[in-house]
């Protein structure tokens, strides 16, 4: 089955500086990649999402990239605000099969 | 507006008792999945459906089974709680999809502690 990594498990940062969190997969079949960012006692909430056949996508001030030879992929937030302090999760997933296999996660601080 | 909601949110039970954790959707979902979140290891899934009377195993599912009735509700039992167990336990649904993968929703969660 699908193996996805995620780094780093903890991250600070001052506020208004990047963020980068950086995931890779182990299936040559996935080809749907969410981000998904879980507030403290929330359940996640899906963030952004890119398809293999993109290789960027933005959304204000977060952005991700994939590299589909390499089997990686990247959640990058500009301009970070406290109210990014989360906890982001990849996945990855094959379209049409719902099944989505998630990364450990990546605490993100964001320090004022 | 439609949601998903959980119950309970926590509960404390003894190693060896059969627990079961409800999870109920508004939005007229044919996916529904349980999902186990632990420290170091992200969200594993255990059980996932899509429709009714339909459950599939997930990667975790030892210990835990799942019925679909109805579109609303995959109740999550634990037949006999270990100490493994231990975990907060989150549900999610997505909409059926002709071809892509529909967006998780996921529910607050149920915080579940085996002694």
């Known amino acids: 089955g699908e193996n996805v990594e995620q780094h780093p498990s903890t991250l600070s940062v001052q506020e208004g500086d990047s963020a980068v969190i950086k995931c890779t997969y182990s299936?040559?079949?996935?080809?749907?990649f969410p981000w998904y960012k879980q507030e403290l006692g929330k359940g996640p909430q899906l963030i952004i999402d890119?398809?293999?056949?993109?290789g960027e996508k933005k959304d204000q001030r977060i952005a991700v990239t994939l590299n589909k030879t390499a089997k990686h992929f990247s959640l990058h937030i500009t301009e970070t605000q406290p109210e990014d302090s989360a906890v982001y999760f990849c996945?990855?997933?094959?379209?049409?099969?719902?099944?989505?296999?998630f990364g450990t996660g990546t605490k993100l601080q964001v320090i004022p | 507006d439609a949601e998903i909601t959980q119950s309970p949110r926590h509960k404390i039970t003894e190693t060896g008792r059969q627990v079961t954790l409800a999870c109920h959707q508004t939005?007229?979902?044919?996916?529904m999945f349980w999902y186990r979140q632990d420290l170091g290891h992200g969200l594993r899934l255990i059980h996932y459906?899509?429709?009714?009377?339909?459950?599939n195993k997930g990667e975790v599912s030892d210990g835990y089974s799942v019925s679909r009735s109805n579109t609303e509700d995959l109740p999550l039992t634990l037949e006999s709680a270990a100490s493994s167990q231990t975990s907060v336990y989150f549900c999610?649904?997505?909409?059926?999809?002709?071809?892509?993968?529909?967006?998780?929703?996921f529910g607050e969660g149920s915080r579940l502690t085996v002694l």
């Open positions: 999610a649904s997505s909409p059926r999809t002709l071809s892509g993968t529909g967006e998780l929703f």
């Open positions: 299936d040559s079949a996935s080809n749907y």
């Open positions: 890119i398809r293999s056949n993109v």
């Open positions: 996945a990855a997933s094959i379209e049409g099969y719902q099944k989505v296999t």
């Open positions: 939005w007229n979902h044919n996916n």
């Open positions: 459906s899509y429709g009714v009377q339909d459950t």
